[in-house]
């Protein structure tokens, strides 16, 4: 089965720090999304993006966080100053016909550790 | 509001024992629904989804789960469970909107 791919598996980083996650989503999928998930709680939505533009963020996703699809086949999170709370496994997904339609594929996940 | 419950934190059990993990939604209008898999160290695989016709949903690794609109539930069950079944389940459910909201997710601990 077609993978989602996401680097690194772990970043650390300072607080007040920028960081980038990186994402490159199954290569003939449209609809991309980023999701987090702090230990010990739930799988939460961060935001969705299709035809270059988000079309869905969640009330987590603020002025700190963006988006970008760089090339043809990255999908970035960026963290422009990062906080203790940022801390958590974000997941990239991404699908062919949107998330009403079919299932979501997800990576492995990232580790971001803030310090 | 909408929202997705587990009501199951942890749920330990001893092999070849019978499973159902609890799921219930907020929602009045249409629904897809879907339980993920999380195995330790790996990242979250679909177990199965409904999105209309039967009701009873039958996955992969033997797994089926039950949508009972009438309860607003998406049961997850599996009649005998094995020590690889370790692992923990999201109940996922799509509103009609461009993203997943998940329940908190059961810790399925089988004992050998």
């Known amino acids: 089965e077609p993978e989602v791919t996401q680097t690194p598996s772990h970043q650390v980083t300072q607080m007040g720090q920028e960081v980038i996650l990186r994402c490159v989503p199954i290569?003939?999928?449209?609809?991309f999304y980023w999701y987090r998930q702090i230990l010990g709680q739930k799988v939460e939505f961060l935001v969705s993006f299709y035809n270059n533009e988000i079309s869905e963020k969640s009330e987590i996703f603020d002025d700190q966080f963006s988006v970008e699809r760089p090339d043809g086949s990255n999908f970035t999170l960026k963290i422009r100053s990062t906080k203790l709370e940022d801390s958590a496994m974000y997941f990239c997904?991404?699908?062919?016909?949107?998330?009403?339609?079919?299932?979501?594929?997800f990576g492995s996940g990232t580790q971001l550790s803030v310090l | 509001a909408q929202s997705v419950s587990q009501h199951n934190h942890h749920v330990i059990l001893s092999e070849a024992a019978s499973l159902e993990l609890g799921c219930n939604y907020s929602y009045g209008g249409t629904v897809n629904l879907f339980w993920y898999v999380q195995y330790p160290g790996q990242h979250l695989q679909l177990l199965l989804k409904y999105f209309s016709g039967d009701p009873l949903v039958k996955g992969i690794k033997g797994f089926e789960a039950e949508f009972i609109k009438s309860k607003f539930s998406f049961n997850l069950r599996k009649p005998s469970v094995q020590w690889s079944d370790t692992a923990e389940y999201f109940c996922?459910?799509?509103?009609?909107?461009?993203?997943?909201?998940f329940g908190t997710g059961t810790r399925l601990t089988i004992i050998p």
């Open positions: 996922a459910v799509n509103f009609g909107n461009e993203k997943l909201t």
């Open positions: 290569s003939n999928h449209l609809y």
């Open positions: 997904a991404s699908t062919g016909q949107g998330a009403t339609n079919e299932k979501l594929f």
